[in-house]
């Protein structure tokens, strides 16, 4: 089956600056690959995902981009703001009908 | 106010008892999903179903059990075959992708939290 791996576990920045989050998946099937933040004590919810007929996608200051041939995608944050500080869950779908398989997160910490 | 409800959102149970968490939504969603969340394991998959009468395994299914005799509603239980049943779990649903208009997006419960003492 699908396994997403996730990078970094924790993340701290400066407000302002730039934060990157990076997944590998090890099926080559899949395609769908959407990103959830989960703000303290509250349920998960999608910020932003993207599909594997697609390079990049942008949504203000986030972004996601993904390289089909090794196999994984990144999340970029820019101008990074505290209620920016989340744990951010990247995860993938192998084919339509399945379930979405997620990373372990990212605790991102953003100091002001 | 259209939604997804797990209850109860605390639950305290002895060893060796089975308890059934609920989710009921109301989104007229196909597919419903149930997640378990330990700190630092991210979100596990239990067990989903696409469709009434119709569910299956995730990668942690063992000690668990489901039914989804209902569109609305799918129940888990957490039997006492589960050695280590005490976390935060999500029950979660979607419009399958397959569906006209579906986008994959799961849309979460705000969890239950499972105690065994």
């Known amino acids: 089956g699908e396994n997403v791996e996730q990078h970094p576990s924790t993340l701290s920045v400066q407000e302002g600056d730039s934060a990157v989050i990076k997944c590998t998946y090890s099926?080559?099937?899949?395609?769908?690959f959407p990103w959830y933040k989960q703000e303290l004590g509250k349920r998960p919810q999608l910020i932003i995902d993207i599909r594997s007929n697609v390079g990049e996608k942008k949504d203000q200051r986030i972004a996601v981009t993904l390289n089909k041939t090794a196999k994984h995608f990144s999340l970029h944050i820019t101008e990074t703001q505290p209620e920016d500080s989340a744990v951010y869950f990247c995860?993938?779908?192998?084919?339509?009908?399945?379930?979405?398989?997620f990373g372990k997160g990212t605790t991102l910490s953003v100091s002001s | 106010d259209g939604g997804i409800t797990q209850s109860p959102k605390y639950l305290f149970r002895k060893e060796g008892q089975n308890v059934t968490l609920s989710c009921e939504q109301n989104l007229n969603h196909d597919a419903m999903y149930w997640y378990r969340q330990d700190p630092g394991q991210g979100l596990r998959l239990i067990y989903y179903?696409?469709?009434?009468?119709?569910?299956q395994k995730g990668d942690i299914a063992e000690g668990y059990s489901v039914s989804r005799e209902k569109k609305e509603s799918f129940p888990l239980t957490v039997t006492s075959a589960q050695k280590n049943p005490t976390a935060f779990y999500l029950c979660a649903s979607s419009i399958p992708q397959f569906r006209l208009r579906g986008t994959g997006e799961l849309f979460f419960g705000e969890g239950s939290r499972l105690t065994v003492l």
């Open positions: 995860a993938a779908r192998q084919q339509a009908g399945t379930a979405l398989i």
């Open positions: 179903s696409q469709i009434v009468n119709d569910f």
């Open positions: 099926d080559s099937a899949s395609n769908y």
